[in-house]
């Protein structure tokens, strides 16, 4: 054999080799479990190294939410979430640019940034997020743009009955409770926001220690922590820890109060109770009870019903609803409204133990729905609510036995509900019990 033969076939069988790694490589699922690091400013940093993919994703959670929010200043963190990114340039640039998209999430007790964009354009957006970050676009000028804004959302939503709804029966089960007031904030609370409450809450909680970056995608993980290190080394960590302390609601006053819809010939009723926290032992099994619950009540009242199981970082609600609900119930005598019982409601859905057959039916559902493939979610989750190891939630999620269910409506029943209705007859108004 001559040696430009030799040469060929060793080159050959190198490309084959490279070939077959490349397929092995690809079709290798992402491992569950991260690499972790700490930078020295106190973020935490989880990533996921997945060659199958041809994009990487990036969640940044910053583990406060509008329950830090002044009361009377509602709004305040929303605001500030909506600085990190302030016009539609931004979305249009992750989407255009880099191939990819962006998201900014602001809830009760977190803010995350979600991207995405093209292995290529990995560093691009590392850089762009993290400039973001630490320092957003938060001046004077800034901060009444933000404002005129979100007062238009809010206006928006004011519109919707059940939106009103919704707003309704939290106020009157948690009162002054962060989790009772509104999450972006009314009108009136963002007109009272300045520019100083929204530098102090930003440096205040909006600081590395406070936050944890997940990375996934086809990404090699040494290389992209020192991406890391390089972008977000200057993010400022925070000089104190300041605890929070909310004092508990009191409960639910008795009575249903009637709210004018601003829609005619609508009607939204909601009773909801304090639920779970997120860490509760017992939470798998209050999301099964909510289903099974809501299913009692749509062979009642039909299709048109929700419920939600609204987890935080303390003591959430269960929330149960009905649109359209039933407007022959409702009638004028005088200038009251003539209203169901309350208890009704809670003797038809709640004093009957959990059957085999309606755990069976909406356990299987719930299984089905759990996927390991969002792991960076129960990760931050666990970062955010304080749970235990991510596989650990995953079996904890799919190990919820009947009497598990039936211990938690145990503690359902124990709870006093708050009742709110909104409606309007064909007029447009109605009076308020």
């Known amino acids: 054999m001559t040696i430009t033969k030799a040469i060929k076939r060793i080159g050959f069988i190198s490309l084959i080799a490279a070939a077959i790694t490349a397929t092995v490589l690809a079709q290798k699922p992402a491992s569950t479990t991260p690499r972790q690091e700490k930078l020295l400013n106190g973020l935490k940093v989880l990533i996921w190294s997945n060659p199958a993919t041809d994009k990487v994703t ?19 963190i929303k605001l500030v979430s909506e600085s990190f990114f302030p016009n539609t340039a931004a979305k249009e640039f992750f989407t255009d640019e880099l191939g990819g998209s962006l998201e900014v999430i602001c809830n009760y007790d977190y803010v995350q940034i979600n991207a995405s964009a093209r292995t290529a354009e990995f560093l691009t957006m590392l850089e762009t997020i993290a400039t973001a970050i630490a320092n957003p676009t938060l001046d004077k000028e800034a901060a009444v743009t933000l404002k005129a804004a979100l007062i238009l959302q809010v206006k928006e939503l004011e519109k ?103 829609v005619a010939n609508t009607s939204e009723f909601r009773f909801a109770a304090r639920g779970l926290a997120r860490n509760d032992a017992d939470f798998y099994a209050s999301k099964i ?13 039909g299709q048109q019903v929700f419920s939600r199981n609204e987890q935080h970082i303390l003591p959430g609600s269960y929330v149960f609803g009905v649109s359209a609900w039933n407007l022959g119930r409702i009638r004028k005598e005088g200038n009251t409204m003539a209203l169901p019982v309350m208890t009704d409601y809670e003797d038809n859905f709640l004093k009957d133990a959990v059957t085999q057959e309606e755990f069976d039916t909406v356990n299987r559902i719930w299984i089905a729905m759990i996927r390991p493939e969002n792991i960076s979610e129960l990760w931050l989750d666990a970062d955010t609510f304080k749970l235990g190891p991510a596989g650990k939630e995953f079996e904890n999620a799919q190990n919820v036995k009947i009497v598990d269910v039936q211990r938690v409506l145990g503690r359902l029943q124990k709870e006093p509900f708050a009742f709110v209705l909104v409606f309007a007859g064909e007029s447009g108004s109605t009076s308020r019990n």
Do not use: C
């Open 58 to 76: 990036l969640k940044l959670r910053i583990h406060s939410g509008s329950s830090f929010d002044p009361q009377d200043r509602e709004g305040v």
């Open 160 to 262: 919707d009955p059940a939106y009103l709804a919704d707003r309704a029966v939290a106020k009157r089960l948690f009162g002054t409770f962060p989790y009772g007031r509104p999450q972006m904030g009314s009108v009136d609370s963002i007109q009272k926001v300045d520019f100083a409450d929204l530098r102090f809450a930003k440096d205040r909680l909006l600081t590395a220690d406070n936050a944890t970056l997940a990375i996934s995608g086809n990404v090699d993980a040494t290389l992209a922590f020192r991406a890391v290190r390089r972008y977000f080394g200057s993010w400022l960590k925070a000089d104190k820890k300041i605890p929070s302390t909310f004092k508990q609601p009191d409960p639910p006053q008795a009575g249903m109060p009637v709210f004018d819809s601003p």
């Open 289 to 301: 009870l909510q289903k099974i619950i809501e299913n009692r009540i749509k062979a009642r009242e």
